[in-house]
């Protein structure tokens, strides 16, 4: 089977569990910082990430997101991960916000 080469956009929350703290800035800046260096478009929000490219890409780089914090000692990672994908056209996040940013104005 072909790999699957789908457009997607993905949000990603890794949560490391049993880290001994209730902070989890530096596991966020260490997968901040991959996702930063991948070559894909990625957006941080206050609740994790989000990914725009290949469905192929996306995934392999989520799971080098939970690589990285394995690597760096975390034991147990649980991720929540909400995929979109569409055929009908290209819709980057932004678009998507700046959308039902306009659609707000025009209800005043």
């Known amino acids: 089977m ?3 080469t789908i457009h997607c956009l993905a949000d990603v929350c890794l949560i490391p569990i049993g880290t001994g703290s209730a902070s989890v800035s530096d596991e966020v800046t260490k997968i901040t910082k991959l996702a930063q260096d991948s070559h894909l478009a990625t957006t941080l929000h206050s609740a994790g990430t ?3 490219g290949p469905w192929n890409e996306v995934m ?3 799971g080098q997101m939970h690589q990285i914090l394995h690597d760096s000692g975390v034991v147990r ?3 929540d991960i909400r995929v979109g994908t569409r055929t009908d056209k290209n ?3 932004q ?3 700046d959308v ?3 659609k707000l104005k025009n209800l005043a």
Do not use: H, M
Request: hydrophobic share 40%.
């Open 77 to 79: 990672i649980q991720s």
């Open 60 to 62: 392999d780089l989520i």
């Open 2 to 4: 072909a790999p699957v």
């Open 91 to 93: 819709q980057s996040p």
């Open 100 to 102: 039902v940013q306009s």
């Open 50 to 52: 989000t990914i725009d």
């Open 95 to 97: 678009d998507k916000i």
